[in-house]
Every structure is written in structure tokens, then in C-alpha cells.
């Protein structure tokens, strides 16, 4: 069974850090991707970036480029986001999701629907406040 569970939320002040974890059960790496999101209350929820589990491939959202990182470990099958410089606009619940690269790609930029993504986590909350 595929399994995602997302780790490292919790509440931060402005221009702190935070690393998410993304850990991944159920099937292997191979030509998958992983991709993060989030969504702030009221609001759609958006990609943040995402990343091609075989070639290290990355993107980035306009709105975290420069700050966010996205990085895996193979042999924890773990995805991480290291957030920098986080500012309260970036209070969101952060998801992680898998499918096959170019797809996960696809929906991370905005290009393709959420809607039939292989496996999603739960989510982890993160609070960017003073």
C-alpha cells in the first residue's frame, strides 16, 4: 500500500527555518517524483516545488525560489523542504504527493488537475508568526 506521512511542521517566527520530511512507503523510487503543496485557510492549494526521485531534477515556484529546497534521500525514501527565511504568508498545511515525474511535475506548476495523483499525505501544519 502506498503510504506518504509528512513530518516537521510546528510554528516558527518570522524569517525562520523549517525542513519537512516526506517519507514514502509501499513502492519504490524509481521514475517517480515527489512534489509539495500547501494551502492557506481559505485559499487553493499550490505547488511549491517538486522533484524527479532518479535524476534529482527540481522545480520551483516563483514564491520560493531562492528560499525553499527540495532534496531526497534514497535510502530513507524521504523527500525533504528545507524553508528559509519564512515569512507569515507562507502559513499553510503542507502536503506531500507522488506519481510518475512528469505528472507530478505537471500539477506542481499548475499545468494538470491534483485530482488523480497516486498518494498524498495528511499534511503538516506550519506557522509562520510572531
Known amino acids: 500500500q502506498v503510504q506518504l506521512v509528512e513530518s516537521g511542521g510546528g510554528l516558527v517566527q518570522p524569517g525562520g527555518s523549517l525542513r519537512l520530511s516526506c517519507a514514502a512507503s509501499?513502492?519504490?523510487?524509481?521514475?517517480?517524483?515527489i512534489g509539495w503543496f500547501r494551502q492557506a485557510p481559505g485559499k487553493v492549494r499550490e505547488g511549491v516545488s517538486s522533484?524527479?526521485?532518479?535524476?534529482?531534477?527540481?522545480y520551483y515556484a516563483d514564491s520560493v525560489k531562492g528560499r525553499f529546497r527540495i532534496s531526497r534521500d534514497h535510502a530513507k525514501n524521504t523527500v525533504y523542504l528545507q524553508m528559509d527565511r519564512l515569512n507569515p504568508e507562507n502559513t499553510a498545511v503542507y502536503y506531500c504527493?507522488?506519481?510518475?515525474?512528469?505528472?507530478?511535475?505537471?500539477?506542481?506548476?499548475?499545468?494538470?488537475?491534483?485530482?488523480?495523483?497516486?498518494?498524498w499525505g495528511p499534511g503538516t501544519q506550519v506557522t509562520v508568526s510572531s
Open positions: 509501499g513502492f519504490t523510487f524509481d521514475g517517480v517524483g
Open positions: 522533484i524527479s526521485i532518479g535524476d534529482g531534477k527540481t
Open positions: 504527493a507522488a506519481d510518475f515525474v512528469d505528472r507530478i511535475f505537471a500539477v506542481v506548476r499548475g499545468e494538470a488537475t491534483s485530482k488523480y495523483l497516486e498518494a
